[in-house]
Structure formats: structure tokens, C-alpha cells
């Protein structure tokens, strides 16, 4: 049984659901017995264990023991992968250093490669990574290779990894009292989680039900190989590893769109047609977009030659689509475990969303008062993006109290699929309302800085016009002062956000209009000066725009989400032109704050042309509001928005026995070893041999 073991940011693991034992004894019942096939590299896809052969499986819980040991000594995160052999063109050393390479793996990431049938392993290191060449040696030769010829696959990845946690805590000045001679942790046993011992949803009956064995083995099979999007290390691949990369993104994808198909099947058993919908959406657009993919794969195969230039675009656009095929599907898979997670744990789940409702009330409170000063304050403008904050969470809050309610009602008549969507519904509706209320609270605090702000770029602005006066006046340095009288004339501090904009505005054309008489030291440092002040209000006006578009997102169309995107990239571009190119920064800044306001009007455009109530939505009770809200509810339940139930995920594949093709070799063992300098052609270093 495939593996991948994930973590989250508090570093949990676990397991996938132990059907591998239907898929078997189905198999021994059909006489079926498939060959090894070779593995080509991996990507890991966050998971830390790959385990394609099932050897692991009874010790997932002591091997992610054992890294999270290693990561406690030394910051240093190893991945394993364990397959049946190494794909045949490329030697060990090639293949877990491809495999780190699509993985995404960084300078102070290691990857364990082991492939059992050919008794083969090699190592894949960072060159940040802070263990020594020569404790990866002494790693290999005294700890990992002793295990393997054994056929200890679990001890021998214990040990390499225990071997390391001894020589950074030791290098750090402290003990390894934590590692016994086992390679447990205190001498004790790792603790068993409830995923490990076979808890969980209970797919295989679902499974079963539908589609018998068959559809038993799809469940253990979700291990796919994800992309890496297309990165610069994409863009800097010759036309041949290019050519290589599409093929292979291509099958993997194609392979995906028929995986996905099934698991819609099972989604649309386990939890009706309504609630599914988003998912065959997705479905249609990534067969589409995969299509699309082949179109251009086969014209690059037909008789007609491509310059190297179109070839290398098209091979970019078909990576390109399949990776946004795959993220269509990712994304329904998780909404859809998110799910399944909940339903593993009902009572549980329901009994979490109901004690944080209780505090929705006091947010809810809070809002309205802070609501209130604010409209005191500064003008309807201002606090658009929030106003209505305070009555959209009340709204939101009768919307947990349904959803609870139906969730108890189902709980009680053993409709735990049901019970499920109610219980998912009322996590993301309490999600958007914490949303709101303490997007409340962030502008406020956004609206007093800026205020503070307006003042120093009031006074910017003024030493530029008391600059310009000995200089001598052309048609653009004139209009340039006089916008500058009337932007100070009508400087509004009413809304010192939008009033900042414009004032940096003026300021940087009047700037324009100096730049003949100022020298580049001055200009560079009015620049730095005013690009803080920009790009606070840039990433204010952004977080005002996302928060809102996220809170009505069942409303807002694709033309606020581009215009939001674009400033998002704006807002990357100036933090990273700071430092050498301030005057471009803050171009970049200003833009960034054009594209969130433009954003953030489109977004309430598309938000008030939605506001007509209607009833219920896809069997998810609407309580009288709007489409708009109850869409963005929906739209989070099956797009893997909101928080909480959901996120962490274990995938399987196949499943055989992987120890039984092991050479004779005499007690003292008969493997050799290759240590690889830091400078080979990968950047990484490590090491490999047989066993």
C-alpha cells in the first residue's frame, strides 16, 4: 500500500485507511500478479514517507517518530521514498536527485531514496543541510545499510535518522538522551494514532457498496504524483527535460481526470448530487484544459516543424494546463476529505463548532461598536469594505444556528453523511463571520495609520511645490504644481486612505517633473520615503479587497479577483525592488494600490447586483439571505475554503510484499557504497549503494 505521510504546521501524521487487504485477497481470488515496474522520480507533494511497496505500513508511526526527532535537533527535514526499483535511465544518485528537484525540495532538505527489488539506495542533500559529509557516511555505512540487508526496511530508515539526530545534538552541545539504542524516542513506544490503528471514515463499506472491490482499490490508490507549478526551474529546462517534464505531467494528469472521475461517484453516494456539484464542475474544466494539452502535444508531434522558440511555448502552456487541471482537481479532493473528516468525527466536530459559536455574539457586539465610531469618524468611503460587516455576521451567525440544528436532527436519524454538510456548512459560515468581525477591527487600525501618515506626505508634498518655485516653469512642471494646490486644497482626512493615494499621486508627478533639477541621491531617498508609506496602503486597500472578495465569494466575478490578483503581484514586485530600485518600487506600489481599489469596488459592484433574497440553495437552508452569501457558504464547502474539519490527508497506492528478492550475500554483507562530492551537477550531494 502506498503511503504519503503528511505533516501540518504542528507536524501530524497520518496513515491511510487500511484497505489494502480487500484489494489483496480480491487479487489472490483473481490469480492476478502484476510485475514490478520500474518507478520514475517522485514528487513527494508535501508528504515526508512515500512508500509505494507497503513495507512500511505497520511502521509509519515510529519512522515520522523518528524525523520529527531529527527536525527537533536540527531544524533539518528528510524525506523518504521507498519504491520497488529505480527507473532504469537513470542511475540512484540521478534519481533521488530528480526526485528532490519536482518535489521542491530546498537547500537544507535531504531525501532517503530506497528501492527494495533492486537493493538500491541513495541520498539526495542540500547543500544548507547541517549534517557533515562525514556523518552521512558514517549515517549510511553504521546505521542504514546494516538494516536494509536485513530486509529491516523501517529500522534501517530509524536508524539513519536516529544517527543524524546523535550528531547534530552533539554538534549543537547537547545529549541524545532522547534516542535509545532502539530508535525510540525515551525508550518508549510511539504513541499509535487513531488513524494508524485503522480509524476514520469508513470508506471501504462505502466503497463496497458502490463498486465493490474495484472501487476499493481506487481509494488506495490517490497517491498520485502532483506537479510542481510551472517555476523558473521549469522555465531554465532545456527543450529536451522539457519535453520530458510535459510528456510526463501529461499521463499524470490524464490519470488523475479518471481517479477524480471515480471518486465523484463516491462523493455523489456518500453525499448526494447537490453537494457535488462544484466537483463535476471542476471535473468538465480540467478535461478541458487537458484536452487543450494534448491539442498542442500533438501538433508539436505532426510533420510540421516549430521554431525552438514556439516549441518551448508550447511545452511551457502545456505544463501550464496541467498543473491548473490538477489544482481544479486538488482542490475538490480536500473540500471533499475536509468532509469525510468531519464525518469520521461527528459527535466531535459538532461539539468543536458549537463552543466557538458562543464567542460569535461578543465579536459580533465589538464589530457594531467599533462600526459605529468609525462612522463617526471618517466618511462612508472609508469603511465601505466593512460596513456591513457587523449585520452579514449576524446573518451568517442564524446560518451556524441552522446548519447546528440540522446537524443534531441528522446526528439523531443516523444521517451521519448529511449530518456532515450541516455540521462542514456551519464551520465555514463561522469562519466568514470571524472573518468579518475582525476585519472590522484591522481597518479601523488601518484607517488611524494612514491618517498618521497623511500628514508627513501633506508635508512631502508641500516642500516639492516649495521646491519647484526657483525653478524655472515649463507646461508640465505648471500643470504638475497645480494639481499639487488642489490635491492639498481637498486632502480629505475624512478618508485618508483613498486622500494618501492621491497625494503620493500628485507627488510622484510633480517628482517627475523635478528630476531634471534634483540629483539622483535626492530623488532616491524622497522615493524610500514615500514607498513605506505606499505599499502600507497598498497591502491595507489588498487584505481590505481579499477579505471581502473571501467573504462574499459566492457573489464576486472573475473581474475583481484578476484586478486583486494583478496587485497582489504589483505589491511582490515593489517589496522586492525596494532596496535597489526604490523609484520603480514605488511605481509598482502606487499600481498595487490602483489594482486593490479598483478590486474591492468591482467586488461590491458584483456583491450588490446579487443582493435580491431567494430560498434555499442546493438542500443548505438560506435563512432568507442572499444568494450572494449563502453561494460564498457553498462555494467554500466545496472549494476547500473556510477553516477547520479538513486539510490533512493520507493517500495509498499499491500494495505487495517487497522482501523477497534479495541476492545471497554472506554474514559480513556484500554491498558497496559511492559517496558523491558536493559539487556534482545538481548543486546536492549524497550518497548511494546497494545492500
Excluded at 182 to 200: S, V
Excluded at 460 to 473: E, I, Q, W, Y
Excluded at 606 to 623: E, H, V, Y
Aim: aromatic share 4%; glycine share 10%.
Amino acid at each position: 500500500m502506498a503511503h504519503a505521510l503528511r505533516r501540518s504546521r504542528r507536524r501530524q501524521t497520518r496513515a491511510a485507511q487500511p484497505l489494502a487487504f480487500a484489494v489483496l485477497s480480491s487479487a489472490l481470488l483473481l490469480g492476478v500478479s502484476a510485475p514490478a515496474a520500474a518507478a520514475p522520480p517522485v514528487d513527494l507533494d508535501g508528504a515526508y514517507v512515500f512508500d509505494e511497496t507497503g513495507v512500511l505500513e505497520a511502521d509509519l508511526s515510529r519512522v515520522d517518530a523518528a524525523l520529527d526527532r531529527l527536525f527537533e535537533a536540527g531544524s533539518a527535514q528528510l524525506f523518504v521514498v521507498v519504491v520497488d526499483r529505480f527507473e532504469g535511465s537513470l542511475d540512484s544518485s540521478a534519481w533521488a536527485d530528480e526526485s528532490a528537484a519536482v518535489s521542491g525540495l530546498g537547500d537544507r532538505d535531504g531525501l532517503l531514496a530506497i528501492a527494495i527489488g533492486d537493493r538500491e539506495y541513495a541520498t539526495s542533500i542540500g547543500l544548507d543541510f547541517p549534517a557533515s559529509d562525514a556523518d552521512l557516511a558514517a549515517a549510511e555505512t553504521d546505521a542504514l545499510v546494516p538494516q536494509l540487508r536485513d530486509d529491516n526496511w523501517a529500522e534501517g530508515i530509524i536508524a539513519y535518522a536516529d544517527s543524524l539526530t546523535a550528531a547534530l545534538t552533539a554538534a549543537n552541545g547537547g545529549t541524545d538522551a532522547g534516542v535509545d539504542a532502539g530508535g525510540e524516542l525515551g525508550g518508549e513506544t510511539a504513541p499509535t494514532t487513531d488513524a494508524d490503528a485503522g480509524g476514520g471514515i469508513p470508506i471501504l463499506p462505502i466503497a463496497l457498496g458502490v463498486g465493490g472491490v474495484g472501487a476499493a482499490w481506487f481509494l488506495i490508490a490517490r497517491a498520485r504524483r502532483k506537479k510542481n507549478p510551472v517555476t523558473a526551474a521549469v522555465d531554465k529546462q532545456s527543450i529536451a527535460e522539457l519535453d520530458q517534464t510535459a510528456s510526463r505531467r501529461l499521463v499524470q494528469v490524464d490519470d488523475a481526470l479518471t481517479t477524480s472521475e471515480q471518486e465523484l461517484g463516491f462523493a455523489e453516494a456518500q453525499f448526494g448530487t447537490a453537494p457535488t456539484e462544484g466537483f463535476r464542475a471542476a471535473l468538465t474544466n480540467a478535461k478541458a484544459l487537458v484536452a487543450e494539452a494534448f491539442r498542442l502535444r500533438r501538433e508539436l508531434d505532426d510533420e510540421n516543424p516549430e521554431t525552438d522558440e514556439q516549441k518551448r511555448a508550447s511545452l511551457l502552456a502545456i505544463v501550464a494546463a496541467c498543473d491548473d487541471a490538477d489544482d481544479l482537481l486538488e482542490a475538490q479532493e480536500e473540500a471533499f476529505e475536509a468532509l469525510r473528516d468531519v464525518e469520521s468525527d461527528l459527535p466531535g466536530a459538532l461539539a468543536k463548532v458549537t463552543k466557538e459559536r458562543e464567542a460569535a455574539p461578543a465579536a459580533i457586539e465589538a464589530a457594531t461598536a467599533t462600526i459605529a465610531r468609525l462612522k463617526a469618524d471618517y466618511s462612508t468611503a472609508a469603511i465601505s469594505s466593512v460596513v456591513d460587516a457587523p449585520a452579514q455576521a449576524a446573518r451568517l451567525l442564524e446560518l451556524v444556528d441552522t446548519e447546528l440544528a440540522e446537524a443534531a436532527k441528522n446526528q439523531a436519524a443516523g444521517k451521519s453523511s448529511d449530518a456532515a454538510i450541516d455540521v462542514r456548512s456551519a464551520q465555514l459560515a463561522l469562519a466568514q463571520l470571524t472573518t468579518a468581525t475582525a476585519n472590522v477591527e484591522r481597518i479601523a487600525a488601518d484607517l488611524n495609520d494612514a491618517r498618521t501618515a497623511l500628514a508627513a506626505q501633506i508635508d512631502d508634498l508641500r516642500a516639492g511645490v516649495a521646491a519647484a518655485a526657483s525653478l524655472p516653469k515649463n507646461d508640465g512642471l505648471t500643470s504638475a504644481l497645480a494639481a499639487a494646490g488642489s490635491t492639498l486644497t481637498g486632502a480629505d482626512a475624512k478618508d485618508p486612505i483613498a486622500a494618501l493615494n492621491r497625494l503620493v499621486t500628485v507627488d510622484r508627478e510633480l517628482d517627475a517633473q523635478l528630476a531634471g533639477a534634483r540629483d539622483e541621491a535626492e530623488r532616491r531617498k524622497k522615493a524610500e520615503d514615500a514607498l513605506d508609506r505606499t505599499l502600507a496602503s497598498a497591502r491595507s486597500r489588498i487584505a481590505s479587497a481579499g477579505q471581502y472578495v473571501a467573504a462574499h465569494r459566492g457573489a464576486v466575478g472573475a473581474d475583481a479577483r484578476a484586478r486583486l490578483a494583478e496587485a497582489q503581484a504589483q505589491e511582490q514586485i515593489a517589496t522586492e525592488a525596494r532596496a535597489t530600485d526604490p523609484v520603480a518600487a514605488l511605481a509598482a506600489a502606487q499600481r498595487a494600490l490602483d489594482l486593490a481599489g479598483m478590486a474591492l469596488q468591482s467586488a461590491e459592484n458584483d456583491l450588490s447586483a446579487t443582493m435580491a433574497p431567494t430560498g434555499s440553495i442546493g438542500g443548505m437552508r438560506g435563512g432568507g439571505m442572499s444568494d450572494g452569501i449563502v453561494g460564498g457558504i457553498i462555494g467554500g464547502l466545496l472549494s476547500g475554503g473556510g477553516s477547520g474539519g479538513g486539510g490533512r490527508r493520507a493517500s495509498s497506492g499499491s500494495s505487495r510484499s517487497g522482501s523477497s528478492r534479495r541476492p545471497s550475500f554472506g554474514s559480513s554483507g556484500g554491498g558497496s557504497s559511492r559517496r558523491s562530492s558536493p559539487s556534482r551537477s545538481s548543486g546536492r550531494r549524497g550518497g548511494s549503494g546497494r545492500f
